[in-house]
C-alpha cells in the first residue's frame, strides 16, 4: 500500500521511516512549491488559509503518484483546522480521487479511537504491535534528532564567517539522518551533525540579536510558508529561537496537556480558548522578554481568526513588556522581497534599540 502524509518542516524524514518501516511504501511528499500552492489554490475556497492551501496541494501532488492513503492529523477546540482533513477529503474525492483519509485526533480525547486507527495503518502491513512499538520509538529518536540538529544550525547561522556555510552543512545533516536506521545510527548521525556544525568557522566576540518566533504551528514550521524568514534573520547575523517544533508540540498535545508555564504567562491578557495558537503566542511573547530577547516575529495565516486576536492583544504586551513585535500575515500573494525589507526594517529597529539601552 502507497501512503503519503503532509510536508512539514523536517518532519517528513521521520515519517518516511514510520511508514516503510510497517511495511507500507511511503510516497514523500516534495518540497512545497509554487506548483504546490497553485494547486492548492485552484481547488480551495477562497477563504482558506495557506496551510489549508498548501496541504491540498500537496495531496493532489502525491496522489498523482499513486497514493492509497493520506494520514492527516485533526484537532480540537475553535479552529477551523479541526475540520480541514475532512474537507480535504470531500474535495479530493469530488476531483475522482479513490483513496483512504486517515485523520488522526488527539488521543486524550479518545484514546480507543486513536488505537483503532493506528490497527488500520499497521494490519495491512503485517506488523504488530510489539513490532509498531520498536518501529515508533525509533522514528521519534530520528524526530528529536532532527529538531535537536535544526535548532542549533540556527544558533550557529548568525556566526558563520561564511554565508550560507550553515545550510549548506545542514543539508549534509539531514541527509545522515535519513540514512539511520537504528537508534545507535541515530544517536551517530545526531553526534556528527553537531560536529559538523559546531565545526563552521564562527565570527568571535559577537553578540547577536535574539529574535523569538511564535505563530501558527504550519507557518512557523514550514520553510516554504514563511519564506525562510528563520534562514535569512540567521544570514543576516540574527539569533532566531523558534516557539514551536514538531517533538515539543506532540509531547505537549497528545502525551500530556503541557504548556503550563505558556498559559499561565498569558493568562492576564488572555485566558480563553480561541484554537491554534493564539494563547501561545502571547504567552510565549511574554516568556521571550522575560528571557532578554530583543523582538518577537509573529507568524501567521491570513484569516486565521486566533492570531488574529492575539494579534489585538501583542500591542498592549509589547508595551508593558519592553519587547518590539513585528507580524507577518501569510498567504499566496506575500512575496519574498517584502517580507525581506520588512525584517531588515525590524533589525535596524533593534539595533537602534539596543543601541539606546547601551548609551
Known amino acids: 500500500m502507497k501512503v503519503s502524509f503532509p510536508h512539514m518542516g523536517t518532519s517528513h524524514i521521520a515519517f518516511k521511516h514510520l511508514i516503510e518501516h510497517l511495511g507500507h511504501e511511503a510516497v514523500v511528499p516534495p518540497n512545497p512549491s509554487k506548483r504546490t500552492l497553485s494547486l492548492g489554490v485552484q481547488h480551495s475556497p477562497e477563504f482558506a488559509c495557506i496551510p489549508f492551501k498548501i496541504l491540498l496541494g500537496s495531496y493532489l501532488e502525491v496522489l498523482e503518484q499513486g497514493t492509497d492513503m493520506i494520514i492527516s492529523s485533526g484537532g480540537v477546540g475553535p479552529c477551523r483546522a479541526g475540520i480541514y482533513g475532512l474537507l480535504h477529503e470531500k474535495i479530493l474525492k469530488s476531483l475522482g480521487y479513490d483513496f483512504e483519509m486517515l485523520i488522526f485526533e488527539p488521543p486524550l480525547r479518545g484514546v480507543g479511537d486513536f488505537i483503532s486507527k493506528i490497527g488500520r495503518v499497521i494490519k495491512p502491513g503485517g506488523v504488530g504491535w510489539i513490532e509498531f512499538i520498536r518501529v515508533f520509538k525509533i522514528t521519534w529518536k530520528k524526530l528529536l534528532a532532527l529538531d535537536e540538529t535544526e535548532i542549533l544550525s540556527h544558533r550557529i547561522r548568525p556566526y558563520e564567517i561564511t ?12 541527509y545522515l539522518i535519513d540514512q539511520a536506521q537504528t537508534q545507535g545510527e541515530i544517536e551517530e548521525a545526531k553526534i556528527e551533525s553537531e560536529r559538523k556544525l559546531n565545526a563552521i568557522k564562527q565570527k568571535e566576540g559577537y553578540t547577536p540579536l535574539k529574535v523569538g518566533i511564535i505563530g501558527e504551528i504550519y507557518v512557523v514550521l514550514e520553510p516554504f510558508i514563511n519564506l525562510d524568514i528563520e534562514k535569512t534573520f540567521g ?5 532566531t529561537h523558534r516557539s514551536i517544533y514538531l517533538t515539543d508540540w506532540t509531547r505537549d498535545n497528545t502525551v500530556f496537556d503541557g504548556e ?3 498559559k499561565k504567562a498569558a493568562e492576564p491578557h488572555l485566558n480563553q480558548l480561541i484554537g491554534g495558537h493564539g494563547i501561545n503566542s502571547i504567552g510565549e511573547t511574554i516568556l521571550y522578554a522575560k528571557n532578554g530577547f530583543d523582538g518577537v516575529v509573529q507568524l501567521a495565516p491570513f484569516t486565521c481568526i486566533p492570531e488574529i486576536v492575539a494579534k489585538s492583544i501583542l500591542p498592549e504586551v509589547s508595551k508593558k513588556f519592553n519587547i518590539p513585535v513585528m507580524t507577518i500575515f501569510l498567504d499566496e500573494q506575500t512575496g519574498k522581497a517584502g517580507v525581506q525589507t520588512r525584517v531588515e526594517a525590524f533589525v535596524d529597529l533593534l539595533e537602534h534599540k539596543r543601541r539606546g539601552k547601551g548609551a
Open 235 to 239: 544570514e543576516m547575523g540574527v539569533e
Open 163 to 174: 554565508k550560507g556555510e550553515t545550510s549548506r552543512i545542514f543539508d549534509q545533516c539531514l
Open 260 to 262: 503550563k508555564n505558556i
